[in-house]
């Protein structure tokens, strides 16, 4: 891998940038929306198609081949070209998508998610790497703070189209949908993006690469068939943790030895990189895997309708945008991002135990400001992280530092998301019985069924709700109290980020498409982002 590089390619013009970037804002746009679509119109799209039983499976295979796929587009993007990776991307998700829409049973419905999500994960990981090839790390934060604002808007607008479409259409356009949008944004790349000649032939790691994906998916999967569908305890979960841990310990062995590592390890060696990964996991385990419990805590808790919960958590991705747009421009400005995350952590940590503190007695206006503490944190780190560890490493290495932030964040969520479900399924029976009278409720419904089906809990006679209301309300103070030490560390975490300086508004030094760049003395003397670059 050390041939010659090939001649820069010219960078695009602004208008060209622009038109790339709507591109890539279109694809973003069609996995943002279908992350929440699919999330509403599911169980009616299972029952339907006669397996209402596997309704777990269908965001579990989309999830598991995502986070598989992030990593893995990330890297070949290094090695191919972020063209010729976008453009497979985007084929895929489409494919998969109407196949979706087309699919006559459950366990085709499930197998195409899981297509789906091999797109979605390289898209999502593809999007933020093409900015990074084409603009500059500080002209870049500017644009990562609208791709922020554009998928928190993506979550507001999901629910409702979701709804929508199953009520008055089919479930089915949930997924054709993406179909003609994900066209145009192919067309858009086809046209636009450049992929200029390597002059290497590229090497890839398939070994690094199944332990990787086999390790993730032995993980994903216990946390989270641990504490439903299997105790803890199990051997299946317990064989599951097992495997991953040999799996992933397999990786990291098969990253020290090839030339051309999935993960370089020189990212856990630099300071820059190693905090802020480390801030990612933190980010997704105390905050991004909360989001999962915010709309049945304030049916639950708080009494107000399914509709009227999506126009509560509203607020929360108001906040993201406004902080995702602010932060991004004052960074393309100054230059320095270091205050930011610090002040986002901060900010996230206060709205956690905010959030901790709704009774059955909290106001919906209460609640609203509370959900807007913890978007204005959010705002502050999620893309702007993305920004700082791009920014820490040579632009051959863009592809893999982009989508290890984000697989770090996917994993700190299913992390969370297992720990706080186990802490649900075991304190609540227990809460029940203090606050509901004995056999009130229907016989042989699980209290865990009423979490997946909050909107059940308003059929419930007047003293059954208050008694499930109050006993909710304990067991979600003790999750978001639990999840407050985890938004601590994170702010930790912040204040040990370094200040690296930002390489100017466009990347002349660096051909984006080059596999290894020339690293001069000076910039290896500059800071540690050199340093990261000398690996592998």
């Known amino acids: 891998m050390s041939a010659p590089a090939a001649a820069p390619a010219a960078l695009p013009s602004r208008g060209q940038t622009l038109v790339i970037f709507g591109g890539l804002l279109l694809a973003l746009l069609i996995v943002g929306l279908d992350q929440t679509t699919v999330a509403v119109a599911a169980p009616a799209?299972?029952?339907?198609?006669?397996?209402?039983?596997?309704?777990p499976?269908?965001?579990?295979?989309?999830?598991l081949a995502a986070a598989a796929a992030a990593p893995l587009f990330g890297k070949l993007s290094d090695l191919f070209g972020r063209r010729a990776l976008f453009i497979a991307a985007l084929a895929v998700f489409v494919a998969g998508s109407a196949a979706c829409g087309l699919a006559h049973n459950s366990g085709q419905l499930i197998a195409f998610r899981a297509v789906q999500g091999v797109g979605s994960g390289g898209i999502t990981a593809m999007v933020v790497v093409v900015i990074g090839a084409i603009v500059g790390p500080r002209t870049r934060a500017a644009y990562q703070g609208y791709v922020g604002a554009e998928l928190a808007v993506a979550q507001v607008i999901g629910p409702w189209l979701g709804g929508y479409l199953t009520d008055h259409a089919t479930w089915r356009w949930?997924?054709?949908?993406?179909?003609?949008?994900?066209?145009?944004?192919?067309?858009?790349?086809?046209?636009?993006?450049?992929?200029?000649?390597t002059g290497v032939r590229p090497v890839i790691d398939w070994f690094g690469a199944a332990f990787l994906v086999a390790g993730i998916a032995c993980l994903l999967l216990a946390l989270s068939w641990g504490g439903t569908k299997y105790h803890w305890s199990s051997g299946q979960v317990i064989g599951l943790l097992v495997a991953a841990a040999v799996l992933l310990t397999a990786f990291a062995f098969t990253e020290r030895r090839v030339a051309e590592p999935i993960v370089p390890l020189g990212f856990f060696r630099n300071r820059v990189t190693a905090v802020a990964l480390l801030l990612m996991l933190l980010v997704g385990m105390s905050i991004f895997s909360l989001t999962f419990y915010m709309p049945?805590?304030?049916?639950?808790?708080?009494?107000?309708?399914?509709?009227?919960?999506?126009?509560?958590?509203?607020?929360?991705?108001?906040?993201?945008?406004?902080t995702s747009i602010v932060s991004g421009h004052v960074v393309a400005a100054s230059g320095r991002y270091r205050p930011w995350p610090i002040a986002g952590?901060?900010?996230?940590?206060v709205g956690v135990y905010l959030l901790s503190r709704i009774t059955p007695g909290t106001s919906g206006v209460t609640a609203m400001l509370f959900m807007v503490v913890v978007g204005l944190g959010l705002g502050c780190l999620v893309q702007l992280m993305v920004v700082v560890v791009q920014n820490a490493v040579p632009q051959r290495e863009l592809g893999s530092?982009?989508?290890?932030?984000?697989?770090?964040?996917?994993?700190?969520?299913?992390?969370?998301?297992?720990?706080?479900?186990a802490i649900l399924n075991a304190r609540l029976?227990?809460?029940?019985?203090?606050?509901?009278?004995?056999?009130?409720l229907p016989p042989g419904m699980p209290v865990g069924f009423l979490t997946q089906n909050p909107s059940q809990v308003k059929k419930m006679p007047p003293p059954v709700r208050t008694g499930l209301a109050a006993a909710f309300a304990d067991v979600f103070h003790v999750i978001f109290l639990s999840a407050l030490p985890l938004a601590v560390l994170a702010f930790v975490a912040a204040l040990l980020?370094?200040?690296?300086?930002?390489?100017?508004?466009?990347?002349?030094?660096?051909?984006?498409?080059?596999?290894?760049?020339?690293?001069?003395?000076?910039?290896?003397?500059?800071?540690?982002?050199?340093?990261a670059g000398t690996e592998g």
């Not at 799209?45 to 309704?55: E, F, I, R």
């Open 345 to 349: 952590t901060a900010v996230a940590a």
């Open 45 to 55: 799209m299972m029952q339907k198609l006669g397996g209402l039983g596997d309704l």
């Open 296 to 322: 049945a805590m304030l049916q639950i808790v708080a009494g107000v309708s399914a509709t009227d919960s999506g126009f509560l958590v509203l607020p929360l991705q108001l906040g993201v945008v406004a």
């Open 174 to 197: 949930v997924f054709l949908l993406n179909v003609p949008i994900g066209l145009i944004a192919l067309v858009v790349a086809w046209l636009t993006l450049k992929a200029p000649p």
């Open 429 to 440: 029976p227990d809460a029940v019985a203090k606050h509901v009278p004995r056999g009130a």
């Open 57 to 63: 499976w269908v965001f579990s295979a989309n999830l």
């Open 401 to 421: 530092v982009t989508a290890s932030a984000g697989l770090f964040r996917i994993v700190g969520g299913a992390i969370g998301a297992g720990v706080f479900g």
């Open 497 to 531: 980020l370094k200040q690296l300086p930002m390489r100017g508004h466009e990347p002349a030094a660096e051909d984006p498409e080059r596999t290894t760049p020339p690293v001069a003395p000076a910039q290896q003397a500059d800071g540690e982002g050199a340093q």
